[in-house]
């Protein structure tokens, strides 16, 4: 199934923009950030802690709804479905 992926400010930097991606039927919004993270080192970086957990800064949300850090690993996603994933953001 093909999930879109949005990106903002400096993931959007790190991850090259945004993504269709590919991922089985069933997967969940956690299998989707591994392999977002799959896409290249900075990616990973900007996404992970080196222990693999989710960075806390990251912001998830699912077809326009904010997603609790603690659903990720268990949200499955259906075919056409768009994730958002933002930094913190600030500003005057």
């Known amino acids: 199934m093909q999930i879109r992926v949005r990106t903002f400010a400096r993931l959007r930097e790190?991850?090259?923009g945004d993504l269709t991606l590919e991922v089985p039927r069933g997967a969940t919004m956690g299998r989707l950030l591994a392999t977002v993270g799959d896409v290249s080192e900075e990616a990973r970086e900007a996404l992970f802690?080196?222990?693999g957990d989710l960075r806390g800064y990251v912001i998830l949300m699912h077809n326009g709804r904010r997603v609790r850090r603690a659903?990720?690993?268990?949200?499955?996603?259906?075919?056409?479905?768009?994730?958002?994933l933002f930094p913190p953001v600030?500003?005057?």
């Open 71 to 84: 659903d990720a690993g268990t949200l499955a996603l259906a075919d056409g479905d768009e994730v958002a």
């Open 49 to 51: 802690e080196e222990s």
């Open 90 to 92: 600030a500003g005057g």
């Open 14 to 16: 790190a991850i090259g």
